[in-house]
């Protein structure tokens, strides 16, 4: 019975949990109430508890304290609290068993029992029904926890499959708007390829000038910081190959911008001398991205090119930190250029020179970027600038297309699935024993 006196004071405050009330204060006082007795039975001596006495004082405290739950219990249940109406059944199963223990108490001594019936109610039924009653009531009780707890975790998972729902929605929405912005980048990029491949020369005027000539110009990046310019006068040709600063579109802009500082310095201003179209270029980089200036924005980037002349005389060339390679009999040449690029911080000004070419019959010229050599196989070894030359060499004396398709060859077996590091951009122009023409004239090769 003091067991059951415990669990009452400690099971009605969780009751009021469950049912998610707060606890009035008649329920603090019937606890104390039940503190108390217990203490009693504890301390009172136990010819004093026995008989009507000992069974009133647990009966009572009990009973009250039931009477007040159910009625709670009860009326929490006709509003709609599914918890209540769980216990309704439970609770009303301890009040019979306390009303029980109460008759058995008082009226059964007053009377004589005369069945075995009456008998048996009296003893085991009786003794023990207070304690099935709570045992009935901790486990609807327990059950009612169990499907709350079950209750609440659907609703946690419904709200997570919600929420993952949402967010795999919101993904979906972000990812399709990436793409879009993506497709319209690139389609921004495809549309400025087109324009960049309007600018560069056309390779029919190269074949027209040149017993032969290719081109292999591959960007990085749909768009190239590499270009590659012609321009052909009365009395000269003029062709040049440039490495700008970065790839992508910040090397497309410089391209745009190198492009047309010489076309101003060769069409507008008629200066033809390579090493003296040079010096024109960088001031005009320098110009152009306010480079040295103070006070202002500047952007520090710029070129390497090569250019070469070609008139009656011969062939003239002036490089920035890009050689011209020559080949001819089996033996290639390289005719170094200047080390200052065009463009960028510069601490003293720029001076840079012409080369005279030799031209003797039949010949290759190949004007480069650092592109091709400096592109990394799959264990990040690079081609390097030794065997290119020595690729140029083997396939000089073949036909410009096979020289251009032994060259990409070469390229993609280097490279395998390494992605492109750079812009890549090699022209090839030769020249034959009878035939260097431009504008329609034509000079003869020295034998």
């Avoid at 004093?48 to 739950?69: C, Y």
């Avoid at 010096?279 to 202002?296: I, M, P």
Wanted: net charge neutral.
């Amino acid at each position: 019975m003091v067991s059951i006196q415990f669990q009452l004071i400690t099971g009605t405050g969780f009751l009021f949990s469950f049912l998610k009330l707060p606890p009035p204060r008649w329920v603090r006082w019937f606890q104390i109430t039940l503190g108390l007795v217990i203490l009693g039975t504890l301390a009172l001596p136990g010819w004093f508890l026995q008989g009507l006495v000992r069974s009133l004082i647990f009966a009572v405290p009990v009973a009250a304290l039931l009477g007040f739950t159910s009625i709670l219990v009860g009326r929490e249940a006709w509003r709609g609290n599914v918890a209540a109406r769980t216990l309704c059944f439970s609770m009303g199963l301890i009040i019979l068993a306390e009303a029980v223990q109460i008759t058995k108490t008082i009226v059964l001594p007053m009377v004589e029992l005369q069945s075995a019936v009456a008998m048996w109610f009296a003893g085991p039924v009786a003794g023990y029904l207070v304690e099935i009653s709570f045992g009935a009531l901790l486990l609807t009780m327990a059950g009612a926890v169990a499907r709350r707890y079950r209750d609440e975790i659907d609703a946690v998972n419904r709200n997570l499959e919600r929420l993952v729902s949402e967010r795999t929605v919101e993904v979906q929405r972000q990812r399709d708007e990436l793409e879009q912005k993506n497709q319209d980048i690139e389609d921004s990029l495809r549309y400025a390829q087109t324009m960049q491949q309007a600018v560069l020369p056309d390779i029919k005027n190269l074949h027209a000038t040149f017993a032969e000539a290719f081109a292999l110009w591959k960007p990085r990046d749909i768009v190239s910081g590499d270009f590659y310019w012609f321009h052909q006068t009365e009395r000269a040709c003029l062709v040049a190959v440039a490495d700008c600063t970065g790839h992508g579109v910040p090397g497309a802009f410089m391209s745009f911008i190198g492009n047309d500082l010489l076309t101003q310095i060769v069409v507008e201003r008629k200066i033809d001398d390579p090493a003296r179209i040079l010096a024109e270029l960088d001031t005009g980089v320098q110009r152009v991205l306010k480079q040295g200036s103070h006070g202002s924005v500047s952007v520090e980037d710029g070129m390497d090119i090569g250019i070469c002349r070609f008139t009656a005389d011969g062939v003239t060339f002036a490089g920035a930190r890009r050689p011209l390679y020559a080949v001819a009999d089996g033996q290639l040449t390289e005719y170094a250029s200047s080390r200052h690029p065009i463009g960028g911080r510069a601490r003293k000004p720029r001076h840079f020179e012409n080369v005279a070419v030799a031209i003797t019959s039949p010949m290759m010229l190949y004007l480069t970027t650092d592109g091709f050599a400096d592109q990394p196989d799959a264990q990040g070894k690079r081609f390097k600038t030794g065997p290119l030359m020595q690729l140029l060499r083997d396939i000089a004396t073949r036909p410009a297309g096979q020289q251009r398709a032994a060259l990409e060859t070469a390229l993609d077996e280097h490279q395998g699935h390494t992605a492109q590091r750079d812009d890549i951009t090699i022209v090839g122009l030769r020249l034959d024993a009878s035939l260097v023409r431009w504008n329609g004239s034509t000079t003869h090769a020295t034998p």
